[in-house]
């Protein structure tokens, strides 16, 4: 199904994309508690809106 060469591509590929993707969290860790301080709020009305959206489907339907 794959070659030798494209399973060898696909392993270094992960390997090198999931250290990089580490490497670069943890340089910008400061700067995210910085400016993404109240983010989490945002996320609850998120969900409340969407948790409110399905309720209404719900007992209107």
Known sequence: ?????????????VVGFTLITITMYRKD???HQVH??????????FI?????????KVFVH
């Open 1 to 13: 199904m794959f070659s030798t060469g494209q399973l060898v591509f696909a392993l270094l590929f």
């Open 29 to 31: 860790a400061k700067g």
């Open 36 to 45: 993404y301080a109240g983010s989490y709020k945002i996320l609850i009305g």
């Open 48 to 56: 409340l809106a969407i948790i409110a959206l399905f309720m209404i």
